[in-house]
């Protein structure tokens, strides 16, 4: 019987980390993913571990981290949740570093309702 594997908050974050890499044209490497979420590179091996689970990333030992086409697609809705909430604070008058930083932490609490009434908001100015 095949576990059922889920999608946590730190999955997303290393997913999101992995994705911001390679669209800013760099290569993902572990090195680079533990820095960037100030974590230790065995926390980043583990993360992998389960992301290459869920068929979101390839990676050869000791060679950049890849994202498989899912991957991609999960990453890209992941950043795009994630700077929606932060437009929407900014546009409260919320700082670009505090809406960055909350952003990231209701990017992986808030339904989908809500986000789509944020969206809607933030697009056009209406409830």
């Given amino acids: 019987m095949k576990k059922d594997l889920t999608m946590t908050q ?4 290393y997913l ?3 994705y911001k890499q390679i669209t800013d044209g760099k ?3 572990v090195v680079d993913i533990a820095r960037m ?3 230790k590179m065995p926390s980043v091996v583990r993360a992998l571990r389960e992301l290459k689970k869920m068929g979101l990333v390839t990676q050869e ?4 981290i890849e994202l498989t086409e899912k991957g991609r697609r999960v990453a890209h809705q ?10 929407f604070l900014m546009k409260l008058g919320v700082s670009r570093r505090i809406a960055d930083k909350d ?3 209701m990017e992986h609490i808030l339904s989908a309702e809500t986000i789509d ?3 809607t908001y933030t697009e056009t100015g209406k409830k």
């Fill in 61 to 64: 030992p000791y060679s950049c």
């Fill in 16 to 18: 999101e980390a992995v």
């Fill in 103 to 105: 952003a990231c932490l």
């Fill in 10 to 13: 730190s999955l997303e974050d």
């Fill in 27 to 29: 290569q993902a490497q």
């Fill in 37 to 39: 979420l100030s974590v």
């Fill in 117 to 119: 009434r944020i969206r």
């Fill in 78 to 87: 992941v950043l795009s949740r994630h700077k929606l909430i932060s437009a």
